[in-house]
């Protein structure tokens, strides 16, 4: 993966993608030269801030990847993935597409995801997002989900559409046996004609995930006072 990342010993990150030019910071800027030292070498901006030089993980370039649609949050994430198992050897398939986000972390995770995105516009950034992030087990396609999925035996079909009660035979089509389909959906009517509309699956649940960020600093160890607020509720179902 290309770039370094910068640590900054009182606690900022920087992904630096570019290490041909001089890094500019709030606090003054790390010269070229030093952005291409060995990991572990602690380097200055010009007004003398310093940070330890790494080389980027997957989570430092995920970070940066352009948005067109609105994202769903790691912590929708990671349950998604913890409660399915996905895993090495899971066939993914994700619509719509969006920002890519969901596709591209699924696809560090599984053996194979197929992205499905009905708007050029976003197909395009999508397009963009898995190539530079070297991701060559996703594909995107530029098709109405509900027209058809032409991946066969699937383990997991992600929605993250506004009408996803409208694509359920094309996921019940593909799936295994006992292969899931989850939904992701901002407000409680979708839920309901999502759940409603469930033919040929068992409904395991619908929950909703909060994460509280706190602030720790010497003795004012508080809950932030602005907070992540909703994002969205999660339903998950298996095929009969
Ligand atoms: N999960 C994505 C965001 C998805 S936003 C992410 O985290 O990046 C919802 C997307 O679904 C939009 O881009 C929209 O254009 C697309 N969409 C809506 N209906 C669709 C359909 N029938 N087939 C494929 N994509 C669809």
């Not at 068992?202 to 602005?226: C, F, G, H, N, Y």
Request: hydrophobic share 40%.
């Amino acid at each position: 993966m290309a770039g370094k990342v910068l640590f900054e010993h009182s606690g900022k990150k920087y992904y630096v993608k570019d290490t041909s030019q001089d890094y500019h910071t709030q606090y003054g800027f790390f010269k070229a030269a030093d952005l291409k030292k060995k990991p572990g070498t602690v380097i200055q901006t010009n007004t003398g801030v310093k940070a330890t030089i790494g080389n980027p993980f997957f989570a430092d370039i995920y970070r940066k990847i352009q948005r067109g649609a609105q994202i769903v949050p790691l912590k929708d994430l990671g349950v998604v993935i913890a409660k399915t198992g996905m895993g090495k050897d899971s066939i993914v398939v994700d619509a719509g597409s969006g920002s890519g986000a969901c596709a591209i972390f699924f696809a560090h995770v599984a053996k194979k995801v197929a992205t499905y995105e009905i708007r050029e516009d976003f197909y395009k950034i999508v397009k963009k997002n898995i190539e530079e992030m070297g991701m060559k087990n996703c594909a995107i396609k530029l098709k109405d989900v509900k027209l058809g999925i032409d991946e066969k035996n699937v383990d997991i079909v992600f929605y993250d559409l506004p009408d996803p009660w409208l694509a359920l035979e094309p996921a019940r089509k593909v799936l295994k046996v006992g292969g899931f389909l989850v939904s992701y959906s901002p407000t409680v009517p979708q839920v309901m004609d999502f759940v409603r509309a469930l033919d040929g699956f068992t409904i395991l649940e619908t929950i909703e995930i909060m994460e509280r960020q706190w602030e720790v600093a010497d003795r004012k160890v508080r809950p932030l006072s602005q907070q992540i607020g909703h994002s969205g509720f999660l339903t998950f179902a298996r095929k009969l």
